[in-house]
């Protein structure tokens, strides 16, 4: 027999290693929802830019290319600063229901240690700059609805505002702790939206809508030509904004689970569907299917299945994304045009709708067997949406969307009213109609340089000579 003594070193022995396994694999756990949290915060800034840079900027004409591009890169830098000072701090420190307090500001205490109400696996630090990038995007999505029109200094007096009277509030009652509307930490509405459907969605598309509205129509609106000069431009952003959303929809499980995986794969099947549901109904409206209609339907579908994402099944998503695509090329193709206002990116038609469409849909397609996310008090599963019996979900979605309306147009109102008073939003005619490249930057976005003698003949086919008149000769654009 083995004596008690040895018995109980073996023991302790056992029980040491033990520990040791189960810290390391803690440790390994930490560091890998740690990275992939960290690359999807890249992959949501990649959306910006060059991703959202791109696709606006392809879609506007060639002498306000610049100017359009512009505005999302100086989103990075206003954003960001306000974010650092106090605006995480809003969003994410405990304050009321309606916005945070400030014992983060300036950043202080947010380093390597996990903040265990949001994100109990990563450093603070890291779920800080993860949400940065939502920050940052979402008054990016606005410049869709004033581009072509609105004065440089104005778009940063804008940003800076609107950031801190419409999204921080939002944010901190959609996310933080206590918010009004977090579904898991003390809200009194528990609305879901696991990636930003109302946060950055709706906010941006309702705000894009106020401020086409309040600028009012480009003076060549439907009188001259308007169509995006460079739609291979607009391809490859709308393509960037598909890649970086993964990051966007399947790091808000903010860490590399099979959350992550439900998230990524929802993402991708309802921008696909979304995406063809569009591309159809053109096809048979117009005659013809077009690139810009199948990438519009893409970006809806990514819309609205950001809420969506973390709670409902591919086969959901899939419904998700037909919806969304019929809806927002009825907003686009039919509505804007009945009512006539110059929403000229389209900002509200995709972000608003799509939105809108998205968040209501999840309180009727989330699922437990998802996102077991409502707990009874044995730590049960509780049912989430419609399909899983709790109808009073698609109330709480309701009441978050129109929230977000409500908060996002008087916000906005209040921001373009004080702007305007005080430097003035909208360009000259004569800026407007030289462009907002060279009227508020002093640049081209193309430079084409002919050869200052050009051959008066050039051989044709067959041996024939074709005559070149330099008189016909012209800068393209």
């Not at 410049?143 to 072509?148: D, L, M, R, W, Y």
């Not at 008087?410 to 000259?428: E, F």
Request: with cysteine; net charge negative; proline share 4%.
């Amino acid at each position: 027999m083995v004596p008690l003594f040895t018995q109980a070193a073996l023991a302790d022995e056992l029980s040491e290693k033990i520990e040791r396994l189960e810290s390391a694999a803690a440790a390994a756990q930490s560091s890998a929802d740690n990275a992939w949290v960290l690359l999807c915060s890249a992959l949501v800034l990649l959306m910006t830019i060059p991703g959202l840079a791109l696709f606006y900027g392809g879609l506007v004409r060639q002498k306000n290319v610049l100017s359009t591009m512009l505005k999302s890169l100086i989103s990075v830098g206003i954003v960001t600063l306000i974010w650092a000072f106090f605006g995480y701090s809003l969003v994410f420190s405990e304050g009321n229901a309606f916005i945070g307090g400030l014992d983060f500001a300036f950043l202080r205490g947010v380093g390597a240690e996990p903040n265990v109400d949001y994100a109990p696996t990563i450093p603070q630090q890291t779920f800080m700059i993860f949400q940065l990038m939502f920050a940052i995007i979402t008054p990016a999505l606005i410049t869709g609805a004033f581009a072509e029109r609105i004065r440089f200094p104005a778009k940063i007096a804008f940003t800076s505002l609107w950031t801190i009277i419409v999204y921080l509030p939002l944010a901190h009652m959609v996310w933080g702790k206590g918010g009004f509307l977090n579904a898991v930490l003390g809200g009194t509405i528990p609305a879901l939206d696991f990636a930003g459907g109302t946060v950055v969605h709706i906010s941006s598309g309702v705000s894009a809508l106020v401020c086409a509205l309040y600028l009012g129509k480009r003076l060549d609106y439907k009188n001259e030509p308007t169509t995006p000069h460079n739609s291979v431009l607009s391809l490859i952003g709308a393509g960037l904004l598909w890649f970086g959303w993964f990051g966007f929809n399947a790091g808000s499980a903010l860490s590399a689970s099979s959350l992550a995986t439900s998230a990524f794969v929802t993402t991708h099947f309802a921008a696909a569907t979304a995406m063809l549901a569009w591309t159809v109904i053109d096809w048979f409206k117009s005659g013809k299917p077009t690139a810009i209609g199948a990438i519009s339907g893409a970006v809806a579908g990514l819309v609205a299945i950001t809420p969506a994402a973390g709670f409902v099944t591919p086969m959901s998503a899939l419904f998700i994304g037909l919806a969304s695509g019929a809806a927002c090329y009825f907003m686009v193709a039919k509505v804007k045009h009945i009512f006539g206002y110059d929403d000229t990116l389209d900002a509200f038609g995709i972000h608003g709708v799509g939105g809108t469409v998205g968040a209501v849909l999840t309180g009727v397609l989330a699922t437990s067997s998802i996102n077991p996310i409502f707990k009874d008090a044995a730590g049960g599963a509780l049912p989430v949406g419609g399909i899983d019996g709790n109808w009073m979900q698609v109330l709480n979605q309701l009441a978050g969307v129109g929230i977000g309306i409500v908060l996002a147009t008087v916000g906005t109102l209040v921001v373009l009213k004080i702007v305007d008073l005080l430097i003035g939003l909208r360009v000259t005619e004569i800026d407007e109609i030289s462009g907002l490249d060279a009227s508020q930057h002093g640049e081209t976005a193309y430079s084409f340089e002919l050869d200052s003698n050009p051959p008066d003949l050039v051989n044709g086919f067959e041996g024939e000579e074709v005559t070149i008149d330099k008189a016909m000769v012209a800068t393209p654009g």
